[in-house]
């Protein structure tokens, strides 16, 4: 059984959220970046938390525009990876996407993050593009992996 559930981030997640950014990412997003989203309409962030701490344990995020869905983030805390979270995760954004039937969802990953790549081919995701020096820190490219809803 699951000690955790996934829900809609609101602005009392984002300490947490700044934090996960700071162990997770060369470029971590900013306690206003978070903010923005949460006024941004077109922005649909969602967090896994854990049921008896209320700590956040991972977060997705996705922009649906025009039913184009545009995955922004996905991280889990290290220390909580392997547990099946980014996988619940994104069956949650795959399921939003049918539920307000968008055509496709796509991201972007590091070439290396082979263990990303994984779970998105898992998950039907198919490589469609390249974008050259998409990352920084250090510098490296972005495989495009795409999902037709």
Do not use: C
Not at 23 to 35: G, H, K, V
Not at 48 to 56: H, P, S, V
Not at 106 to 129: D, P, Q, W
């Amino acid at each position: 059984m699951k000690n955790y559930n996934i829900q809609k981030i609101d602005i009392s997640h984002i300490e947490q959220l700044v934090l996960l950014e700071k162990e997770t990412s060369s470029a971590p997003w900013s306690y206003n970046s978070f903010l923005e989203e949460l006024s941004n309409i077109a922005s649909k962030y969602f967090v896994a938390i854990d049921n008896k701490t209320n700590l956040i344990l991972g977060y997705i995020g996705l922009h649906n525009i025009s039913k184009e869905g545009y995955i922004t983030n996905i991280a889990v805390f290290e220390k909580y990876r392997r547990l099946g979270i980014a996988s619940d995760l994104l069956a949650y954004v795959i399921n939003f996407s049918l539920k307000n039937q968008l055509i496709f969802l796509t991201l972007e990953v590091r070439k290396s993050n082979h263990n990303a790549i994984r779970l998105y081919e898992k998950f039907g995701f198919v490589l469609s593009g390249l974008r050259r020096y998409f990352y920084q820190n250090p510098d490296e490219d972005a495989l495009i992996y795409t999902l037709k809803i």
